[in-house]
């Protein structure tokens, strides 16, 4: 592995962490009561959270042999540079000792970002993590984690015993089980807390409880149950983290969520510590939906990766929202099918609505069968006969108890099968550039937890995309609201060597090949004055072949998010398909080092460009429906117009060009997929795309079809509306992603109060009604409920109509005039599918409807 030089810089280790708000300074008599510390650091920091870390060298020393180290690379996905970016790393077993309050829990969160730290390779620290006699990590590999996780980070949460004597002790010791082991910590944080813990009911053993209060325990998941993400500083008190819970649902049924509506006030009662969660949390609810005879025939289901064979407390948190009496809503409780709670009835409990309970049950999870998971399951209590046949949750917290042993270590996570799978498809190609990857059901530890299914709530966030942004020279800083993925790389170029004798030699049968001599003549050497784009693949140049045709020369970074297979499938594909309304493929060069991609030259660039973030004059309201008209034209003869259904997996505005016509012309074929076969609804592939544009339910179950293209173009929809990105971590938390945000405005109305002030009073209000009403649909959570792609276009093209002569656009809509062909039109549903229409560039089609005319399947 190549690296830099090495940079030492020895300082004290241990970040510990304030409260969300204050750090508390070191008392020279007592010690500090907590710790925020950035671990070889040199100076005082300020994470993205607002949050100061201390250097641990102005604190705390360690003993043993240490060194300061900062990483060489910084991940998109990081947070914040603060703590992550530099790191205390320990050759010999080295111990911490902190002066803290005496009879107090604490909070103990570790850090670890697996980077490049001077020479060091990350996958040899193999490393235990031992406080006061409780071993919280051991031969713990940040780097295989991270991988398996799909996290760039590791967040470790702990909850300790108080420390009698009032002198806590961090041990880190390098494996003795591998050559050259080492540890590593970039923070830590030691708060006191309250004692949030109780004894709690053994499921399964009547009678018997488990004492959570004698033990120290692990986060393993904290979520805020149908509700969004809620950072460190929105916590109450105690600096947690809450994550959103729909990736952890199992199946398609997971019900519907609700918030609480202004006027109620969330009151608690004496027995609930308002630290115990935040208001938000109960503020949000996750239900089973308003059809008590569907209610009856399934349960809401959560599941969860775990370490067997330890004991797990689950937390279920309760606010009733709507009802307001007993034997209204009741439900029972499982965990890993076996009866927690019979006829759980909230208003029973809290004897209001607006009033927070929260229950606690312990479960033991065996190893039998190679059992990693636990289950969580609500269901009506049917033989209660409440009123209503439905059940419901606000948050959920699972806590990891120590062993006899006073052991909480688990082992590293394996990579799930699907991404061997897929990195064992990458692999066959001989070389791959750096690949960059979104994992649907990610596994990550929630606060901190061990193994689990985690996403981007929301959102979350990025790794793709923050990477496009940040080659492309867009500012974005880091999202402290956006869960991390970790990024795995493989880099290995092309030797030099002619295409003869390069694994890509026989694409030269299907498109015209191209000498690296011949690309250098065009674009001046890569001179960087012919850059005119910056993506995922590498840089754009602007070029000549042949002496007069101009083209976009898309050349391969070595450090890209794509690789040789997107580089094979884009030639593949785009050989083989010819379209007015897709980006045309001259060719391609593979020599000396290099994968390039050559292009016919899109004079007007990328949509984006002409929407925000440039100087470029706003566009037209009738121009942006042409060319989201365009595109769907595009995407909808992927989908319908070849033998096979092909998914385009990345659709956004960056990748719609526009020609010096200003024709749309959907590009960026890497990612596409060939869609189900006719006996298949969906094909089951890992996660690839852009955050921001994913279609949720492709997200969260790995399951692509066509309709997770049209949940992205809805974002593209959206975006045209707005006129604002589909991710921008610099508005308040809900106005992050704008998928939530438009429909949160169109459920209040207020729609209209977002989009581009360029357009205010230029669109027609038939046109806007229709065309939101298109895009709202298009981000249906399932992808049953969205249209297809022939809808969308069908009804852009009456949007259009709309907005240029209203009567007509109606008159026609209702079939009372006949079109060319004489075919009548009635006015198409969006929830309607319409037959698959198949295009060619020589049909003759009028220009309104005109992908409807004389309409055929594949």
């Not at 959560?302 to 689950?314: A, C, I, K, S």
């Not at 604002?724 to 405005?745: F, G, H, M, T």
């Not at 792609?789 to 009567?807: F, K």
Request: glycine letters at 8%; aromatic letters at 10%; proline letters at 5%.
């Amino acid at each position: 592995m190549k690296t830099n030089t090495r940079i030492l810089i020895s300082i004290g280790f241990l970040s510990i962490a304030l409260n969300a708000i204050i750090v508390l300074s070191k008392n020279s008599e007592s010690g500090s009561d907590s710790y925020v510390l950035s671990c070889g650091a040199q100076i005082e920091g300020t994470d993205t959270n607002g949050r100061q870390w201390i250097p641990d060298s102005k604190l705390v020393t360690p003993s043993g042999v240490s060194m300061n180290a900062t990483a060489l690379h910084q991940d998109p996905s990081l947070p914040s540079q603060v703590p992550y970016m530099t790191a205390r790393i320990f050759t010999s077993e080295s111990t911490y000792n902190f002066s803290v309050l005496s009879k107090k829990r604490l909070w103990l969160r570790l850090h670890f970002y697996p980077s490049s730290y001077s020479d060091l390779d990350p996958t040899e620290a193999y490393f235990s993590v031992i406080a006061n006699g409780f071993t919280l990590l051991n031969n713990f590999s940040a780097s295989i984690t991270a991988e398996a996780l799909t996290q760039a980070y590791i967040i470790k949460e702990f909850s300790l015993l108080p420390v009698l004597n009032g002198a806590l002790t961090i041990n880190f010791k390098p494996s003795t089980q591998q050559n050259g082991s080492y540890a590593f910590v970039n923070g830590i944080e030691i708060i006191p807390m309250p004692d949030i813990f109780q004894p709690a009911s053994l499921v399964g053993s009547s009678g018997q409880t488990i004492d959570v209060q004698a033990s120290s325990v692990q986060t393993m998941f904290r979520l805020n149950v149908g509700g969004q993400y809620i950072p460190t500083t929105s916590d109450s008190g105690l600096s947690r983290t809450w994550y959103d819970d729909s990736p952890y649902m199992f199946g398609a049924a997971y019900g519907t969520s609700s918030e609480a509506g202004k006027n109620l006030s969330i009151d608690y009662p004496p027995n609930v510590p308002e630290y115990i969660a935040p208001r938000s949390v109960y503020r949000t609810a996750r239900s089973m939906g308003t059809s008590s005879r569907t209610n009856q025939n399934y349960n809401l289901t959560w599941v969860f990766e775990v370490d067997p064979n330890f004991t797990y407390v689950v937390r279920f948190h309760f606010c009733e929202l709507q009802l307001a009496k007993i034997n209204e809503r009741v439900f029972d409780i499982f965990l890993n099918n076996q009866t927690a709670q019979h006829n759980a009835d909230v208003i029973a409990w809290a004897g209001a609505t607006g009033v927070p309970v929260y229950k606690d049950f312990a479960t033991h999870v065996n190893d039998n069968n190679g059992d990693k998971e636990l289950w969580v399951a609500l269901h009506p209590a049917v033989s209660s006969k409440p009123e209503y046949y439905d059940a419901m949750l606000n948050g959920l917290e699972i806590f990891k108890v120590n062993d006899t042993n006073g052991n909480l270590a688990g082992p590293n996570p394996v990579p799930s099968k699907m991404r061997q799978e897929d990195e064992a498809e990458a692999a066959d190609s001989s070389s791959s550039g750096l690949r960059y990857e979104a994992i649907g059901g990610i596994a990550g530890g929630v606060a901190g937890g061990a193994a689990g299914f985690v996403v981007v709530a929301a959102v979350c966030f990025v790794v793709y995309q923050k990477k496009k942004r940040k080659e492309s020279g867009e500012e974005f800083s880091p999202a402290n609201n956006w869960l991390p993925l970790y990024v795995s790389s493989c880099t290995s170029t092309f030797s030099n060597r002619s295409t003869n004798s390069s694994p890509l030699s026989n694409l030269a049968s299907l498109c015209r090949h191209f000498s690296l001599a011949e690309i250098k003549q065009g674009s001046k050497n890569f001179d960087e004055s012919q850059v005119v784009g910056v993506g995922g693949f590498g840089k754009v140049y602007k070029g000549t072949i042949d002496g007069v045709i101009k083209v976009a020369m898309k050349r391969s970074n070595p450090y890209s998010a794509q690789g040789v297979n997107e580089f094979q499938t884009e030639i593949e594909l785009l050989s083989k398909l010819r379209h007015k309304h897709l980006v045309s493929l001259i060719g391609f060069c593979v020599e000396g080092g290099e994968m390039i991609l050559v292009y016919d030259y899109m004079s007007n660039g990328t949509l984006r460009e002409h929407l925000y973030g440039s100087s470029n004059p706003p566009l037209s309201w009738q121009k942006r429906l042409e060319i989201c008209i365009g595109a769907a034209r595009g995407l909808h003869y992927l989908h319908t117009g070849v033998n096979y259904a092909i998914i385009h997996r990345d659709v956004k505005t960056t990748n719609i060009l526009l020609d010096e016509n200003w024709e749309a012309k959907v590009s960026d074929f890497g990612l596409s997929k060939q869609g189900p076969s006719l006996n298949q609804s969906h094909v089951s592939t890992m996660v690839k795309g852009s955050f921001g544009y994913l279609d949720p339910e492709y997200f969260r179950r790995q399951r692509l079809t066509e309709k997770s293209d049209v949940y992205s173009f809805g974002v593209v929809l959206f975006e045209v509306l707005c006129a604002r990105p589909a991710l921008d971590d610099s508005l308040p938390k809900e106005q992050v992603n704008l998928a939530d945000w438009v429909i949160y405005c169109l459920k209040k109305g207020t729609l209209e109060e977002i989009i581009d002030p360029n357009l205010k009073g230029t669109i027609n209000a038939e046109c806007f009604k229709k065309f939101a009403e298109t895009a709202e649909k298009c981000l249906n959570d399932h992808g049953v409920d969205r249209p297809s792609m022939g809808d969308v276009l069908w009804n852009l093209e009456y949007a259009l109509q709309l907005n240029e002569n209203p009567e007509s656009a109606r008159t026609f809509a209702e079939g009372n005039v006949n079109n060319d062909y004489g075919s009548e039109f009635t006015t198409i549903s969006i929830e309607e599918e319409s037959s698959a229409s198949e295009i060619t560039d020589d049909l003759n089609t009028t220009p309104v409807f005109s992908q409807l005319v004389n309409p055929k399947g594949r």
